[in-house]
């Protein structure tokens, strides 16, 4: 809340207490905030503000009024997500990586940022179809005061790619491989590495064994479009990072050709109506308690 009744509505990332000591959390912590904070694009989400209260650390965010793709795919009967919008959601996803990859510093320097935890956990979706990228938690960056140790792995298993999960340096390339993972799963309404354990997960990843898209996923569409989807997606999960599109810029150029063959009306508009039907009565409880909640209150979204 500010002067002349002036109010914005914000999301605030703290540290739970029994983390608050540990340094290395710590410094992830803020690494994140000073990284994300030099990456300012309509598909990544803003970071506004680092501070400290009492004792607790926290990070002013960018309020995205929506949810995260990975709840949208579960409130959704499988296989219900049309291709024009997964296409949509993908290019928004790879839009976001772009900017991420080529951030610089106040210098003009680039970062040579990868996200490295690229998953449908940390895709935002707002409720006007526009999707973010967020959580830079275990970002990689050249310079950054944090160090993963070697062979720590970090991140969400199911989405790493190969050269991650077997604990090596990783580039931007693999940001891509994960963006792929979710192309997959969202084509086929199925998890694509995921097991009942992280060590079966691993295991999944590191062999890399990508079934072709098959035609039911693709069904709907024609002959072309059906093709052209099924060699993005298989050169986005090439085991070796060397056979995949060589930046994000070029992968969204492949799929930017894709979604023009689509053609079919406006995705972005069909993916709001969902989000709509989907969330719409948890956002109206959502803006209620904050319409009963008082100026520099936390109001808390049930889960």
């Known amino acids: 809340s500010g002067a002349a009744g002036f109010e914005k509505v914000v999301a605030i990332k703290i540290i739970h207490a029994h983390l608050a000591d540990e340094p290395d959390f710590l410094e992830m912590f803020f690494d994140e905030a000073r990284i994300a904070a030099q990456i300012r694009h309509p598909h990544v989400v803003e970071i506004l503000d680092l501070g400290s209260e009492n004792g607790r650390h926290y990070m002013v965010m960018e309020w995205v009024e929506g949810e995260t793709l990975a709840a949208l795919v579960r409130a959704m009967r499988p296989g219900t997500l049309p291709i024009p919008v997964i296409l949509q959601v993908l290019a928004d996803a790879l839009e976001g990586l772009v ?48 160090r993963t140790r070697t062979g720590e792995l970090r991140g969400k298993v199911a989405y790493m790619s190969p050269e991650q999960a077997r604990g ?75 056979q995949r599109f060589a930046d994000a810029r070029a992968m969204l150029d492949a799929l930017k050709a894709l979604i023009r063959k689509a053609g079919e009306g406006d995705a972005r508009t069909t993916l709001s109506s969902i989000m709509k039907s989907e969330f719409g009565e948890r956002l109206a409880y959502v803006r209620a308690a904050l319409r009963e909640s008082t100026p520099g209150t936390v109001a808390l979204a049930p889960e």
């Open 99 to 146: 900017a991420a990859h080529h951030a610089t510093d106040a210098d003009g320097r680039e970062l040579n940022l990868v996200h490295r935890d690229v998953s449908p956990q940390n895709l935002l979706i707002s409720m006007s179809g526009w999707l973010k990228v967020t959580d830079f938690g275990i970002v990689k960056a050249a310079g950054r005061h944090g």
């Open 168 to 242: 090596l340096n990783v580039d931007a390339r693999s940001d891509l491989f994960a963006v792929g993972v979710i192309a997959w799963e969202l084509l086929h309404a199925d998890r694509l590495f995921a097991r009942a354990t992280d060590a079966a997960t691993l295991e999944r990843v590191i062999a890399c064994e990508v079934p072709a898209v098959d035609d039911e996923a693709l069904r709907g569409c024609g002959d072309e479009l059906a093709e052209g989807i099924r060699n993005w997606v298989a050169k986005a999960l090439q085991r070796e990072p060397e």
